[in-house]
């Protein structure tokens, strides 16, 4: 059984498909901004049938995951991979000032461990 099987069979038995976190994501928020386009099509089809408006624009555009190694970033929000030409923002204070955010959860109004920290663009 893959991830898409799983993902139909639990929403057979859900109605929490459309809980959002913290920041207002919801279930297909992280589908869309994982590449999983195949989940993010059934959880789609499951807002039409119960009536949800989803508007494109509160969607994050696919990503393609940053191998995390030492030479590259990932966001301490979302723990996606932050690509070298892409902008991001950073807490010179949390995570021995290394605590990166995205553009996409900074634009969430995401922030690092103290919300009185500055976050700094780089």
């Known amino acids: 059984m893959g991830h898409k099987d799983v993902v139909a069979l639990l929403l057979t038995k859900s109605y929490a498909f459309n809980v959002k976190d913290r920041f207002g994501r919801t279930p297909l928020w992280w589908a869309r901004r994982t590449g999983y386009s195949e989940i993010a099509d059934l959880l789609l089809q499951k807002c039409k049938e119960k ?3 989803v508007q494109e624009g509160d969607l994050p555009t ?3 995951l ?3 190694d030492n030479s590259s970033r990932w966001c301490d929000v979302c723990v996606l991979g ?3 030409r892409d902008a991001f923002y950073y807490c010179g ?3 021995h000032g290394n605590f990166d955010i995205c553009k996409e959860c900074f634009a969430m109004k995401a922030h690092c461990l103290n919300e009185s920290h500055t976050l700094v663009q780089n």
Do not use: W
Request: hydrophobic residues 45%; charged residues 5%; glycine residues 14%.
């Open 82 to 84: 932050i690509s070298e």
């Open 51 to 53: 009536g949800i408006i």
């Open 66 to 68: 940053v191998p995390s």
């Open 62 to 64: 696919a990503m393609t």
């Open 93 to 95: 204070v949390c995570g």
